[in-house]
């Protein structure tokens, strides 16, 4: 069976950084490219980004410059590092392998607020 979890997130002042982790378990993580997204607090779901098995990477016009995707296939973990973080980067982020039936996880809260 096919798990992701995610980790990570919490409060931040506008400005700072997070790093947000995402565990899979059940796959050959390092054969598929990996998506980050999150859902704001008015329930619109938006990809925030994708990494490929090679480390190739691409991102949402949010998330360009100021998020980066990497991957550590040996411990079939995926990280999000979120640097300049606004108030509207506030949500719930969360992970999922592409190509293959996975349950979205809990995701981890992200609020960005004075």
């Known amino acids: 069976q096919v798990l992701v979890v995610e980790s990570g997130g919490g409060l931040v002042h506008p400005g700072g950084s997070l790093r947000l982790s995402c565990a899979a378990s059940g796959i050959d993580f390092k054969q598929y490219v990996m998506q980050w997204y999150r859902q704001t607090p008015t329930q619109r779901r938006e990809w925030v980004g994708s990494?490929?098995?090679?480390?190739?990477?691409n991102y949402g016009d949010f998330a360009e410059g100021r998020f980066t995707i990497s991957r550590d296939n040996a411990n079939n973990t995926m990280y999000l590092q979120m640097n300049n973080l606004k108030p509207e980067d506030t949500a719930v982020y969360f992970c999922k392998p592409v190509g293959i039936q996975a349950p979205w996880g809990q995701g981890t809260q992200v609020t960005v607020a004075s």
């Open positions: 990494i490929w098995p090679t480390g190739f990477s």
